[in-house]
T-cell receptor
């Protein structure tokens, strides 16, 4: 079956702009989580959505937001981009909430802020 | 707070050498523990997991045992291959935290022929 699909794979923005990233989970998966990966901070949890509701949120400023649609696809948005937002943004999906099940990760969207 | 600490890399080994990557954690309650691997240019793949104390996770020749008394989950492989070259991440998930994983900083492994 198809894996987690993230678009776009690469993008370049300038400071002050905003960006929207998309994630399509594995069919049947209802939970989508987002992570930011940088060389300095490593992998950090942004937020998780389950059945269109935000379940968990990490310690990121309000410029980072997300949403989930009824088909479980998710988007995350970063407004007023800063240089430090340059990162690989990873999306992961899992079947249900609160389980010990596996998270399946996409290949990521690499954002460069100039 | 909850955290994961891994040994720093990069780790460079010769093919067929023994691998150990140390991982210790701090957590409230009884977390599930995971090892993920990231190959160049790719996302993360689950390598193995353990959900309770003394569980041993294993996959592709890699093993890790959930040690509650030492709060550790060290990754081992008896004989590494060049194809094992990647970045390895140890992670924990607290009960009922769904998609929220807390990751270590990652350990880069390079295996030379």
């Amino acid at each position: 079956k198809a894996g987690v699909t993230q678009t776009p794979r690469y993008l370049i923005k300038t400071r002050g702009q905003q960006v929207t990233l998309s994630c399509s989970p594995i069919s049947g998966h209802r939970s989508v989580s987002w992570y930011q990966q940088t060389p300095g901070q490593g992998l950090q949890f942004l937020f998780e959505y389950f059945s269109e509701t935000q379940r968990n949120k990490g310690n990121f400023p309000g410029r980072f937001s997300g949403r989930q649609f009824s088909n479980s696809r998710s988007e995350m948005n970063v407004s007023t981009l800063e240089l430090g937002d340059s990162a690989l943004y990873l999306c992961a999906s899992t079947r249900t909430e609160g389980t010990t099940g596996e998270l399946f990760f996409g290949e990521g969207s690499r954002l460069t802020v100039l | 707070g909850n955290s994961v600490t891994q040994m720093e890399g990069p780790v460079t080994l010769s093919e067929e050498a023994f691998l150990t990557i140390n991982c210790t954690y701090t957590a409230t309650g009884y977390p599930s523990l995971f090892w993920y691997v990231q190959y160049p240019g790719e996302g993360l793949q689950l390598l193995l997991k353990a959900t309770k104390a003394d569980d041993k996770g294993s996959n592709k020749g890699f093993e890790a045992t959930y040690r509650k008394e030492t709060t550790s989950f060290h990754l081992e492989k008896g004989s590494v291959q060049v194809s094992d070259s990647a970045v390895y991440f140890c992670a924990l998930r607290l009960n009922n935290q769904g998609g929220k994983l807390i990751f270590g900083q990652g350990t880069e492994l390079s295996v030379k022929p």
